[in-house]
């Protein structure tokens, strides 16, 4: 009788301990669910003022600053401000600007200092807290020119294999040979002009159908690879050391065939003729 009562007891305890840990997770749904509903709500009610990617934005400004900017800086040309690819067209440009990298985990907002383990928690950071900052006024998004600067190619979103579209290869064509006339006027200058003929050969001669279309033709800004760095200081420190390895290996075997002919003689000395 006292067995059943205490084995009813433990199945009690048991279910009612099941019960509370499931209302509990329940609970914990209920409030992870209302904050990411919350948020998904801040970030509509914000994404109706801004009809502009941040990610394709980044993407053209690198592009620009690879491709483009060296042989800018090269000639010495100042970019006209009218120049949709001028820094103060770029409406990300403040923000993007204003992120720390601290550590591969670690972003850190430059306006209130609030840190965040990747870059697209800060991105969505500032759609919320900062967007108040961003300048809307005019046409200043760089993603609208991704067309003209093969944003795609570099963000590996859209296979390059994909057929050709005549229609909108004419529109980007169109977009980029614009962009060489408002940005390095022909009759301004020397260096413009040159600049204007290196803008259509490095981005406006791709956007075509027939033949092969090679994607920045001048090539970009080299970056030192840290790793390679690692290796040629590495190789360096290596190096020495190989060699002094080899001397002393070489040194031993000069010695031991020195040894081997003394006892060779003596071995001939001591052979009856
Ligand atoms: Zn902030």
Redesign the pocket.
Same mark, same amino acid.
């Given at each position: 009788m006292k067995k059943t009562n205490l084995f009813v007891s433990i199945l009690l305890f048991l279910s009612f301990s099941v019960l509370q840990v499931s209302s509990l997770t329940q609970t914990n749904q209920d409030f992870e669910k209302s904050e990411s509903s919350r948020t998904l709500e801040q970030g509509q009610e914000h994404a109706h003022e801004v009809h502009c990617s941040r990610e394709r934005s980044r993407a053209a400004w690198q592009i620009i600053e690879k491709y483009l900017m060296p042989f800018v800086e090269h000639e010495h040309y100042e970019i006209p401000s009218n120049c949709r690819l001028h820094p103060d067209n770029d409406l990300f440009r403040d923000q993007e600007e204003h992120k720390i990298h601290l550590d591969i985990n670690e972003w850190q +907002?430059g306006? +209130?200092k609030?840190s965040f383990r990747a870059e697209m928690f800060l991105d969505q !950071?500032f759609d919320n807290? !900062?967007y108040n900052l961003l300048n809307v006024s005019g046409s200043k998004c760089l993603a609208d020119l991704c067309g003209a600067l093969h944003c795609d190619a570099v963000m590996n979103t859209k296979l390059s294999k994909t057929k050709c579209n005549p229609a909108s290869v004419a529109r980007n064509h169109h977009l980029c040979e614009g962009l060489a006339n408002s940005c390095f006027p022909i009759n301004q200058s020397p260096s413009a002009r040159r600049l204007n003929e290196f803008f259509l050969h490095q981005f406006c001669h791709a956007h075509t159908c027939s033949g092969k279309r090679k994607l920045f033709p001048r090539g970009g800004k080299k970056h030192i690879s840290v790793f390679y760095l690692a290796i040629s200081i590495l190789t360096l420190m290596l190096l020495p050391i190989f060699y002094l390895i080899v001397y002393l290996h070489q040194r031993e075997m000069r010695k031991g065939t020195q040894e081997l002919r003394r006892i060779s003689k003596v071995g001939q000395k001591t052979k009856p003729s």
């Open positions: +907002c306006y +209130c609030k !950071h807290r !900062h």
